[in-house]
């Protein structure tokens, strides 16, 4: 990566303006991070701060714009989730990244060990994307994780929550070396409409989720992180990310079973 450009749009029309017929140009947010070996092609960097998407508006469903840092968000004491949103939010990175990182920029980074797409994932949040034409798109996180590179070139204006899950009482565990170190495993688990829900995370390439009327084992989660594939690195092996998952499940049911 050669930086050749950076701007900083002050309105919507002017970031389409610099946009437009170009391919080699990446968003930068809080800036904590911008990999040099990921894009490699990269030599204009576009500067979002100006565009207002620094809010949270809670009424009704949850709506949180995609330059809101985590320390703002964790200062609002918003209790969505029973908390869910804040533990998670509280473990990503020291508090010198939270306080100039977004959830926007950590949603957009694409990093299998990613904080915050996992306990989207189970909250059903909703992605809401600006277009080259100024078009709206909102999709499910889960389309998002599924085929991230569709979305690479579009502006994130904000995430969504629903409301029916503001009182939902969530099993979250994240393991790490540390407590603001990156996740080596992430586990959510809870009853929703009736159906037992479980997701896992930062273990696998992508996050995943499993919904059945039936209790869900940890044979059947093994299995799924398997098929999704583990990633083997310095965080840990395969094996031991799988002992893990194993030691989440086993807590998860315990808490569940006090419950």
Not at 14 to 40: I, L, N
Not at 146 to 154: E, F, G, H, P
Not at 157 to 178: C, G, H, M, Q, S
Request: aromatic content about 12%; glycine content about 6%; overall charge negative.
């Amino acid at each position: 990566m050669k930086i050749e450009n950076y701007f900083k749009p002050k309105d919507l029309n002017e970031f389409f303006k610099m946009t437009q017929g170009h391919d080699h140009w990446k968003v930068v947010a809080g800036g904590t991070f911008v990999s040099r070996q990921k894009y490699v092609k990269v030599h204009t960097l576009i500067d979002i701060q100006e565009l207002g998407f620094d809010y949270i508006n809670d009424n009704g469903d949850l709506h949180i714009g995609s330059m809101v840092t985590f320390t703002e968000f964790i200062e609002t004491n918003n209790d969505y989730a029973n908390g869910t949103l804040l533990s998670s939010f509280a473990k990503c990175g020291p508090i010198t990244v939270r306080n100039i990182a977004t959830i926007g920029g950590n949603i957009m980074g694409g990093y299998y060990w990613n904080d915050t797409t996992p306990v989207l994932l189970f909250l059903e949040a909703k992605l809401v994307f600006l277009k080259e034409s100024s078009e709206i798109l909102e999709i499910n996180v889960e389309d998002f994780i599924n085929d991230r590179a569709k979305y690479k070139n579009m502006l994130l204006k904000e995430i969504i929550l629903p409301e029916k899950y503001r009182n939902e009482r969530v099993f979250f565990n994240r393991f790490a070396r540390t407590e603001s170190d990156i996740p080596t495993s992430i586990f959510l688990g809870g009853i929703v409409n009736g159906k037992n829900k479980i997701v896992i995370g930062a273990s696998t390439v992508k996050p995943f989720a499993i919904i059945s009327e039936d209790e869900i084992t940890v044979e059947e989660i093994k299995a799924k992180a398997k098929e999704i594939h583990i990633m083997n690195d310095l965080r840990g092996s395969n094996e031991y990310k799988l002992k893990l998952i194993n030691a989440q499940y086993k807590e998860y049911k315990e808490t569940k079973d006090e419950n």
